[in-house]
């Protein structure tokens, strides 16, 4: 049951503090603004023939602390280009009107993976993303498990909060492997880092020893190749860790692996389920138990009934309403990566 005074905090922060969530994301924002025990702001969206659009808030925001959550994946609610703009156009919207300040809460931050020349010539688009960000007025981005941490870090001029999902795949790494041995795998090498950081924190969570394995992959022209695995699947539970999936045949070709080597269960865990076109297969495919995602693209674009047999959804709503919480009064956000010590 909620106290008087807990009433009486959830008003101040609706009065201080508004929270829209732009269509496509309606479903997250609403998850984060039931756990926060406020409103949904109002706001419009109209779409005109061409391709134009307008948004504008429905409330005053002069004066006040605005978050915007909008997830950049494509759907069928629109492109990651289209969202993109839509959310730089609100927020600057939301500035022009008076805005305290603008905090952009953005659970799938598009072109991320692109973020450094690995051709001639070739872009730098988190970069530029970054810069666009800025000259909307915002102040503040928050996401969840970026492709590379450091890379997003140095694109921002403006304050970043980064999630990750450590203490929400910590917790169902424990159940599922219980006293069994435990092996996390990272498909290639740039998601070493995230593997380790999550066994540390398996580890501290359980009590359980896990240990830590990588595959190697290079990828040419959309194929990937590399056959070095480093590590021991033999009759291991095994969970594979990595910030996306798409068609999810990095994560099939690491699981085929494991089970060649004698791995005793293999689980697929991704941050975003970006869901591609040819999925289905992979999610449904034999040497692959379980696939774990949060909802931070949905709703998915795949048939119900293999997100129902093939897929477990966690929700990371807790993530974004905590780190809200914290901004908005000024609390740290220090022990939000996960770094409880």
């Known amino acids: 049951m909620t106290t008087i005074n807990e009433r009486q905090e959830c008003m101040y922060h609706a009065a201080l503090m508004k929270i829209f969530a732009l269509n496509g994301?309606?479903?997250l924002g609403r998850a984060i603004t039931d756990d926060l025990r406020i409103a949904l702001a109002d706001h419009e969206e109209r779409d005109f023939e061409g391709g134009e659009h307008k948004l504008r808030p429905l409330v005053s925001v002069r004066g006040k602390d605005v978050f915007i959550v909008h997830s950049l994946n494509g759907s069928?609610?629109?492109?990651?280009?289209?969202?993109?703009c839509k959310l730089l156009f609100f927020a600057a919207t939301c500035r022009e009107h008076g805005a305290s300040r603008v905090t952009a809460v953005v659970p799938y931050l598009a072109y991320s993976r692109k973020d450094r020349q690995t051709k001639t010539r070739d872009p730098v688009t988190t970069r530029y993303v970054a810069q666009l960000f800025e000259a909307a007025g915002i102040d503040v981005v928050v996401t969840l498990d970026v492709h590379n941490l450091a890379a997003f870090q140095n694109a921002f001029r403006c304050a970043t909060v980064h999630l990750d999902t450590r203490k929400l795949y910590s917790g169902i790494i424990a159940n599922l492997a219980g006293a069994e041995r435990t092996l996390i795998l990272a498909p290639d090498a740039g998601g070493i880092k995230?593997?380790?950081?999550?066994?540390?924190?398996y580890e501290r969570l359980s009590g359980n020893e896990a240990q830590l394995a990588f595959m190697e992959k290079r990828r040419s022209?959309?194929?990937?190749?590399?056959h070095l695995f480093a590590g021991d699947a033999e009759g291991a539970?095994?969970?594979?860790?990595?910030?996306?999936?798409?068609?999810?045949r990095t994560m099939l070709r690491?699981?085929?692996a494991c089970r060649q080597r004698g791995a005793n269960a293999v689980y697929a865990l991704a941050t975003h389920?970006?869901?591609?076109?040819?999925?289905?297969?992979?999610?449904?495919?034999?040497a692959i138990d379980r696939t774990i995602v949060t909802d931070s693209a949905s709703p998915f674009n795949i048939p119900e009934d293999v997100?129902?047999?093939?897929?477990?959804?966690?929700g990371s709503a807790p993530l974004f309403s905590e780190a809200i919480r914290r901004l908005h009064s000024g609390a740290s956000l220090a022990t939000l990566s996960g770094d409880d010590q």
């Open 237 to 248: 539970n095994v969970f594979i860790i990595d910030d996306l999936i798409g068609t999810g």
């Open 25 to 27: 994301t309606m479903a």
């Open 221 to 226: 022209g959309g194929v990937a190749s590399g």
């Open 76 to 84: 069928p609610e629109g492109s990651a280009n289209d969202k993109l």
């Open 194 to 201: 995230r593997a380790q950081l999550l066994r540390e924190y």
């Open 254 to 256: 690491a699981a085929e």
């Open 273 to 286: 389920a970006l869901f591609d076109r040819g999925c289905e297969a992979v999610l449904a495919h034999p």
């Open 307 to 314: 997100l129902r047999n093939c897929v477990e959804v966690v």
